[in-house]
């Protein structure tokens, strides 16, 4: 079965640097398009950045553009989420997501919460 | 301000018909693909309805999707308590470089 396991968020300063990791099993995970979406508390969901199956193309939120890179590591099954210079408007729990051929994300992770705060 | 528009709220009671709406724009909705999730108070959204009107499997058949232009809608039939949830609609747009967008969500209340 389809599995994505979030790990890496906590607690960090305004400025400092974050990495999530999404670890991917039960299918063929260089396959699949990859996705971070976040959301902000008591907010709704924002999306943050997107990979191609072979990780030859990336877009992301206006708003993370320059500060945030996403990459996949197709040996490792890992999706990551390198987030520098971090905001407080960053806070929230960031989800990891696989795009299916129907461009539906069809599989989340359970979520990682992260807190930018002085 | 999200770039797709929702009403936040919707309320109906069991066995009614409801329906969400989303607004959009020529970069967006009326040119690409609408997708609706399905998210519980403190778990994982689920995708609902993708390519404006298909739905996955496991899904029921009560939620239905549609597309006119640059807005869509999501129908909810035969409304259950346990369809109480906030609603997502997305799309991909073309503006900029290319991004996706989510709507500000809907909460559905069952009264």
């Known amino acids: 079965q389809v599995q994505l396991v979030e790990s890496g968020g906590g607690v960090v300063q305004p400025g400092r640097s974050l990495t999530l990791s999404c670890a991917a099993s039960g299918y063929t995970f260089s396959r699949y398009g990859m996705h971070w979406v976040r959301q902000a508390p008591g907010k709704g969901l924002e999306w943050v950045a997107l990979?191609?199956?072979?990780?030859?193309?990336?877009y992301y939120v206006d708003s993370v553009k320059g500060r945030f890179t996403i990459s996949k590591d197709n040996s490792k099954n890992t999706l990551y989420l390198q987030m520098n210079s971090l905001r407080d408007e960053d806070t929230g729990v960031y989800y990891c997501a696989r795009e299916d051929y129907s461009g539906g994300y069809d599989y989340w992770g359970q979520g990682t919460l992260v807190t930018v705060s002085s | 301000q999200s770039v797709l528009t929702q009403p936040p709220s919707a309320s109906g009671t069991p066995g009614q018909r409801v329906t969400i709406s989303c607004f959009g724009s020529s970069s967006n909705i009326g040119g690409n693909y609408v997708y609706w999730y399905q998210q519980f108070p403190g778990t994982a959204p689920k995708l609902l309805i993708y390519r404006n009107n298909q739905r996955p499997s496991g899904v029921p058949d009560r939620f239905s999707g549609s597309k006119s232009g640059t807005s869509a809608s999501l129908a909810i039939s035969g409304l259950r308590s346990e369809d109480e949830a906030d609603y997502y609609c997305?799309?991909?747009?073309?503006?900029?470089?290319?991004?996706?967008?989510f709507g500000g969500g809907t909460k559905l209340t069952v009264l």
């Open positions: 990979i191609w199956y072979d990780g030859s193309n990336t």
């Open positions: 997305a799309a991909w747009d073309d503006s900029l470089s290319g991004q996706w967008v």
